[in-house]
């Protein structure tokens, strides 16, 4: 019993991490959107996808609230975003996203991280040419029709439309754009009354790397290394 007791603990802490960690992303992205366009959802798209992207990770109400009123503050962090690109073990290309309030503090750490995982911290522009800057939205299938979906949505920028698992796992649609078309597709899924779980901006790998399972769990440690820094918001890689 003891041994049981002690493994559910450890999952439980971690998937309390996990949530921690989600809640501080999405905090900072909400004081970057109100900082860029003011606290009203109504006007600021932006705020809206990241109080959706907020419903998606269970993160309380009064705590989104509490995330745009400390927006407004005086006292708040201009939170600035910063990429950094490497390579992780094995020749992996990896993509850093940061907010930060201290540049200097988060490149020092994150060149720590690569160093540690046997990676290395590369120059801007060394990595990100192998990936495609894309807006990925998650859908709940239910109710919507795939094909029908592709023909309405071609005209915003649609360029991939597929199915994939959502952050607990469930069965979603997953509708890809490129960058510059994000703003189009996240106002036609308004005027559709089509509300994502999650509306996402992400580095998606022109080409993917196969490692020995060995190999690729050197490769996953660095980036558990790097998502556990409190500046480092997503980690993307090219591996399979």
């Known amino acids: 019993m003891g041994r ?38 109504g006007t600021n798209p932006a705020l809206r996808r990241c109080m959706q992207n907020a419903k998606s990770v269970n993160m309380p109400k009064d705590r989104v609230e509490a995330a745009i009123k400390r927006a407004q503050g005086k006292e708040m962090e201009n939170f600035e975003e910063i990429l950094y690109e490497g ?60 094909e029908e979906l592709e023909l309405e949505f071609i005209d915003y920028g649609l360029e991939e439309l597929g199915e994939g698992t959502g952050d607990n796992g469930e069965d979603v649609l997953v509708l890809r754009t490129g960058f510059t078309d994000f703003g189009n597709m996240q106002k036609a899924l308004e005027e559709k009354h089509i509300i994502p779980i999650s509306a996402e901006v992400e ?38």
């Open 4 to 41: 049981i007791f002690e493994v559910r603990k450890s999952t439980m802490f971690a998937r309390w991490d996990r949530m921690a960690k989600q809640f501080s992303r999405i905090g900072k992205e909400i004081a970057i959107a109100v900082k860029a366009g003011g606290p009203d959802p």
């Open 87 to 146: 390579y992780g073990p094995h020749g992996v290309a990896v993509l850093v996203e940061t907010a930060t309030d201290n540049h200097v503090r988060t490149v020092a750490n994150v060149k720590s991280h690569f160093n540690k995982g046997n990676g290395t911290l590369g120059n801007s522009g060394s990595v990100a040419f192998q990936f495609k800057k894309m807006g990925v939205f998650k859908l709940k299938p239910e109710g919507l029709n795939a």
């Open 203 to 240: 580095w998606i790998p022109s080409t993917t790397v196969e490692l020995p399972e060995e190999q690729a769990q050197e490769v996953f440690k660095l980036v558990d290394r790097l998502e556990q820094d409190e500046d480092v918001q997503k980690v993307f890689h090219n591996l399979q």
